[in-house]
């Protein structure tokens, strides 16, 4: 039993740095531009895992990389409002702002178990991909602290932010993107038995 859950653990921490990585940097970004081709041609159940099988909609969303880089633009960086905003603490500050309450708490998080986050200076560390890779670091190198980050920290807003992400037809990639992702954090939540933490949203 001890060796499935290494297992998962290793799953865990390979799909959360593959999809933050995909969240986070630039398409054209040496980090992702890799990533963004073998997404299109991943075979799910043989290279991912065999319970995630995402249908016919969610392969085609994928291959819609033409223009990805102004699909990632008016994601990410704007100028215009985005529709779904990557921030954790846009979803669970009352103000529905970045660097919110929200955040505070998940650096005291990092902070007392001495998890810490190479960054830019004043990039908010709840960004949808910093946050997935943050998962997969925990889950490779702390473990023991993974159930508490996802049930505290993750889980309470990301479904709503995978929920509007997946209704942006003019960036058919990133819909699909939060389409697997979703897929993927439910079975992070059903193997581990994550109990999420209750909190109101506020976009």
Same mark, same amino acid.
């Given at each position: ?19 933050? +990585? ?10 992702? +531009? ?6 299109? $041609? ?14 016919? $909609? ?7 990389? $033409? ?21 954790? +603490? ?11 309450? +929200? ?52 889980f309470p807003w990301v479904w ?14 990133y819909q699909g993107l939060a ?25």
């Open positions: 039993m001890e060796e499935d859950l290494d297992a998962f653990l290793a799953w865990v921490s390979m799909s959360g740095g593959f999809l933050g +990585s995909l969240f986070y940097f630039e398409p054209t970004h040496p980090k992702a +531009s890799g990533l963004v081709e073998a997404i299109k $041609k991943i075979n799910w159940q043989k290279d991912w895992r065999p319970t995630i099988k995402p249908d016919f $909609k969610i392969k085609n969303l994928l291959v819609q990389t $033409k223009n990805i880089s102004e699909q990632f633009q008016q994601q990410f960086i704007g100028p215009n409002a985005m529709p779904a905003p990557p921030w954790g +603490s846009v979803y669970l500050d009352k103000e529905a702002v970045i660097f919110g309450n +929200s955040l505070l708490q998940l650096r005291e998080f990092m902070r007392k178990y001495g998890v810490k986050a190479e960054l830019n200076e004043n990039v908010p560390e709840d960004h949808i991909g910093l946050m997935l890779m943050l998962a997969s670091y925990i889950a490779n190198t702390r473990p023991d602290i993974l159930p508490e980050y996802l049930a505290k920290h993750l709503r932010y995978l929920e509007l992400l997946s209704e942006q037809t003019d960036a058919p990639f389409l697997v992702t979703k897929q993927t954090l439910e079975l992070w939540q059903e193997e581990l038995g994550i109990v999420t933490v209750e909190m109101p949203l506020y976009f």
